[in-house]
């Protein structure tokens, strides 16, 4: 035996087969029937964004590496995950330049910029979304009616609740058979991906829970109160973007807290600041804003909430 | 049955059953053993042997006047070839005692002797286990006698018996549960006698449940004082289970405060394995020179549980076929593969506390380049120490000892769940043990 061929190194010596690679592919796997729900209710117009921002990222990343000498690491699934998220969030009928300008935003300024993958504070494709909206608000809010082959504009169900008082029925939301956003209008198909992603615990449970059940609490009570006024629970968590968010882009690992006390908060968080830009907002979607102010206060929470020590008394944590 | 846990933790594959096809085998006799002086925590031994003398079989060939220090007996009975450095796996360097066995003597017969422990005292009960040379055989090797020496003012309520053997591939605790439940208990019969525990639990991980039934079994059939105290019970198969802080919290729901012992809360722990050596010591009269090791992993032809004498060399192992390779190892581990140790080639010997050898593969034990964290803080959620690892590693790349100090570095065990889950493959045990070393000395400054 040649023993110059042992490795020594830091125990332990085994090691779980989920990489980060693993955990990339696994969102992507989790997030393929958002996507075909997409391609069926938008076909080749869904097409085209997807296709503009995977193209915009992977190239972004590819560009910005190679010229800061850095080693490429564009097959670690990080781009194309972004780029996947980023069209998920964008109207189908958006152009395919404005699509790759996105994706060029979002790695460049939403990820490179703060020194590449694990150190970026916020979402990058919320904040290429963001970037995109205050670039160009019409084409933003632009949606097209789902299966229509001649692209006939139409409203969001949470736009038609705020500006005609119309509650969407809840079938038609969790199939996804209304306007919207690319990937976010299937309740059904985001709630597949998340279950698949809880299975297999690439993602924790605690911020889609609290996400999603304070925007139940917050909804039931204001319906309790007024219900003419307020729409109720169900349409809240299935209309818009919020099983999207909830389940893919809160749950992002690189912008949101390392302590599970601090996931509730962060969570908590984003279904208050949801709730407040849905009930009082200009828009009728708050989620995008929601958790991109709560990514910058994760630091903060990741200092605040720290886990108790182990064998600690209470008043000495 | 409820099954007890604790918060954290991991399961990795266990690749236990490839040890375990059939019981124990005795491997032959060392050629020449090489017997480490130290092989506890605590004082150094001096050699009490010199090169050329005849030592037998049991006879102590090291000790100290310390009272935290275990002596160590020559395995073998033969002539003492020399005393010199060897390479001890754990500690490096570390004098050591080569006895050459004279094979004409045979080995010697530990018969059994009834005695009833009611009559003896405590203290002669302790004084025989430290003669003994009995440490702590899972792993820790913390000399028995001391945790047994109660000090005046404490007390232990609760005694749990330690058969959780949470790491991979390791199966000489189930083995031994299983060939000599009736020792174990015996043995554990006199450490309730020394200590009068109000309550003792044996605790066993599922995955173990032969065990388990076993030790129901002569508990169900015990008439004793000690039956209406004693408990089995079931705990869940995960990785660090058989971690005494965390074992304690499993079964007691109590925590152990930092830097304190189980002791402070009134719980002493103890592993299988000290408890039969513990009945061969005060039954059979027979020191701490043998253990059952297993020796494990994919490269290894025919792996399995053997009972070898404290000193045997793995070299002397595989050279006298005892077992064999298939293929070359990646690396060589002395215990389980969360918190054992690498080794740089096999002439090393047998200790006391050595649970298990693992000969792994490229592919089972590849390491893994270093990437950059991604924050998923799957190490927080493991820890079952309740650390943010993650931070910690940050804040130790950096040099930043205070803040590593605050996030209470000083509390890893150092199990390794953390680096075993992280996906970016950070070898965070070595930044943790490099913060605590940098705490610890600033801290002595």
């Known amino acids: 035996m040649n023993q110059k061929k042992l490795t020594i190194n830091m125990s332990p010596h085994v090691l779980s087969p989920v990489d980060t690679r693993y955990m990339m592919r696994a969102v992507i796997k989790a997030l393929i029937p958002a996507l075909l729900s997409g391609l069926y209710f938008f076909r080749m117009q869904a097409l085209g964004v997807i296709a503009g921002a995977i193209g915009g990222c992977l190239l972004t990343e590819y560009v910005i590496q190679k010229t800061r000498r850095e080693k490429i690491r564009i097959n670690d699934y990080s781009a194309l995950l972004t780029g996947i998220l980023l069209a998920m969030v964008l109207p189908p009928s958006l152009p395919l330049w404005m699509a790759f300008l996105g994706g060029v935003f979002a790695i460049s300024l939403g990820k490179e910029i703060f020194g590449g993958l694990g150190h970026n504070i916020f979402n990058p494709a919320l904040l290429a979304r963001a970037f995109l909206m205050a670039a160009f608000p019409v084409a933003l809010t632009t949606w097209i009616k789902p299966i229509s082959l001649d692209a006939v504009t139409t409203a969001t169900p949470l736009g038609l609740e705020k500006f005609d008082h119309i509650i969407t029925p809840p079938a038609a939301l969790f199939f996804g058979q209304v306007g919207g956003s690319l990937g976010e209008t299937s309740a059904l198909a985001l709630i597949l991906g998340g279950v698949y992603l809880l299975y297999k615990k690439i993602v924790d449970y605690r911020i889609p829970a609290a996400y999603i059940g304070t925007v139940i609490l917050l909804s039931m009570i204001t319906q309790e109160g007024a219900p003419d006024k307020f729409a109720p629970a169900m349409f809240h968590v299935l209309a818009g973007g919020l099983l999207l968010g909830a389940i893919f882009m809160a749950t992002d690992p690189v912008t949101s807290p390392v302590t599970a006390k601090g996931r509730w908060i962060f969570g908590a968080g984003c279904g208050v600041i949801t709730m407040i830009i849905r009930w009082w907002g200009g828009l009728p979607e708050g989620v995008m ?16 909430a720290r886990p108790k020590r182990f064998g600690a008394r209470k008043a000495e944590k | 049955m409820k099954k007890l846990t604790f918060k954290g933790g991991v399961h990795p594959e266990y690749h236990k059953e490839i040890s375990l096809r059939e019981p124990f085998r005795s491997a032959p006799l060392p050629k020449i053993a090489v017997i480490p002086l130290s092989q506890h925590i605590g004082a150094p031994n001096k050699a009490i042997v010199n090169k050329g003398d005849y030592v037998e079989e049991g006879q102590i060939v090291g000790e100290s006047d310390s009272f935290v220090s275990a002596p160590v007996h020559s395995s073998v009975s033969g002539k003492v070839l020399d005393v010199k450095t060897a390479f001890h796996p754990a500690l490096g360097p570390l004098l050591s005692v080569f006895v050459e066995r004279d094979e004409n003597k045979p080995s010697k017969e530990y018969a059994f002797t009834a005695r009833n422990i009611e009559e003896i005292s405590s203290r002669e009960l302790v004084s025989e286990i430290r003669t003994a040379g009995i440490v702590g055989m899972g792993g820790a090797a913390f000399p028995t006698h001391v945790k047994l020496n109660v000090p005046d003012g404490k007390k232990i309520k609760t005694l749990i018996v330690n058969g959780a053997e949470c790491e991979p591939y390791l199966t000489c605790d189930h083995t031994l549960m299983l060939r000599k439940t009736k020792e174990i208990f015996e043995g554990l019969k006199i450490v309730d006698r020394i200590l009068h525990p109000k309550k003792i639990y044996i605790a066993i991980e599922d995955n173990k449940k032969p065990a388990f039934f076993a030790f129901q079994k002569i508990i169900t059939g015990e008439t004793g004082g000690i039956s209406a105290r004693i408990k089995t019970v079931l705990l869940k198969t995960k990785y660090p289970q058989g971690g005494e802080k965390q074992l304690i919290k499993a079964i007691t729901g109590r925590e152990v405060p930092p830097a304190a012992l189980p002791l402070d809360i009134g719980v002493l722990v103890q592993n299988v394995g000290t408890l039969s050596a513990v009945y061969d010591a005060v039954y059979r009269d027979k020191p701490l020179i043998e253990r059952i090791v297993t020796f494990s992993g994919d490269c290894l032809s025919a792996p399995g549980n053997y009972l070898v004498r404290v000193g045997t060399t793995v070299k002397e192992m595989l050279e006298s076929g005892v077992v064999s390779l298939k293929r070359d190892p990646k690396k060589i581990i002395v215990g389980g593969p969360m918190m054992g140790i690498a080794e740089i080639g096999m002439d090393f010997p047998i200790l006391k506390n050595t649970s298990g050898i693992l000969f792994l593969s490229e592919k089972t034990a590849g390491s893994c380049e270093e990437d950059v ?38 509390d890893c065990m150092e199990c390794g769940a953390c680096a075993y889950i992280c996906p970016a493959r950070i070898p965070l045990v070595q930044y943790m043990k490099e913060g605590k070393l940098a705490v610890l000395k600033k801290k002595n400054q």
Request: hydrophobic content about 45%.
């Open chain 1, 289 to 304: 804003y929601s958790i991109l102010l709560m990514n910058a206060v994760t630091p903060l929470i990741n200092k605040m």
């Open chain 2, 373 to 410: 964290c991604i924050r998923c803080a799957k190490c927080a959620d493991v820890c079952p120490v309740n650390l943010v690892p993650t931070e910690i590693m940050k804040n130790v790349k950096k040099g930043y000892w205070d803040k590593a100090e605050e996030l209470y570095v000083t």
